[in-house]
């Protein structure tokens, strides 16, 4: 079945640090792939996307490029601040059909001033 | 834009009793919502499906009479836990979706069965 694995946490970095978040996927069919952040004591928001092999999706100083070929989405940002502190999730939804979303494990990530 | 609430926030139970959490999409209409279970330091699990006006899709192995989902109107959403036990104990997610694939959460409702 269709999944999603990311690195485990729970990872924390000094401020400025630059951030790698793993994420490979497994899916039967052509999926858009999705970060979501969920910040302390909110739901979770959708931080970037991307719908097709290699586009990059952004937001906030995050990046993420759909890799077909290692069915990858990793996470980056060049220089992490102490408001990066949160989970982060990776998540697949195929096309069509009810469009659900398919987690990884999540992320936690602690930025210490 | 794009929000939407949960409530409550988090709900204490006696076992045998039932417990209804509420969603709502607070400016936009949601044709879809989702309704989602986390474990400790897991993953958030869908659970059901549910669309305006229509019965819930369930995913395999949630138990349809035990997670009652109604879906009356296009900005609310409930979910009730029949008869909870502390294994039913957890986080509750909802999301909403307007069209296309973005999905908006709630802040999520712990449970705890005691």
């Known amino acids: 079945g269709d999944s999603v694995t990311q690195m485990e946490g729970p990872v924390t970095l000094s401020e400025e640090a630059f951030l790698t978040i793993n994420c490979t996927y497994t899916a039967t069919g052509y999926p858009s792939l999705f970060w979501y952040v969920q910040y302390p004591g909110e739901g979770l928001q959708l931080l970037l996307k991307a719908t097709k092999a290699d586009d990059k999706g952004s937001n906030k100083g995050f990046e993420a490029t759909y890799r077909k070929e290692t069915t990858s989405f990793h996470l980056e940002k060049g220089s992490v601040q102490v408001s990066d502190s949160a989970v982060y999730f990776c998540a697949l939804s195929l096309i069509g059909g009810a469009q659900k979303l398919v987690f990884g494990q999540g992320t936690r990530l602690t930025i210490n001033p | ?114």
């Open chain 2, 1 to 114: 834009g794009a929000v939407v609430s949960q409530h409550p926030s988090w709900v204490i139970c006696k076992s045998g009793t039932s417990v209804k959490i509420e969603c709502r999409s607070l400016d936009f209409q949601a044709t879809t919502m989702f309704w989602y279970r986390q474990f400790p330091k897991q993953s958030l699990m869908l659970m059901a499906t549910s669309n305006e006006g229509s019965k819930a899709t369930y995913e395999q192995g949630v138990e349809k009479d035990k997670f009652l989902i109604n879906h009356a109107s296009l900005t609310l959403s409930t979910l009730t836990v029949t008869s909870a036990h502390p294994e039913d104990s957890s986080f509750y997610i909802c999301s909403a979706r307007l069209s296309g694939e973005t999905q908006y959460f709630g802040p999520g409702t712990r449970l705890l069965v005691l």
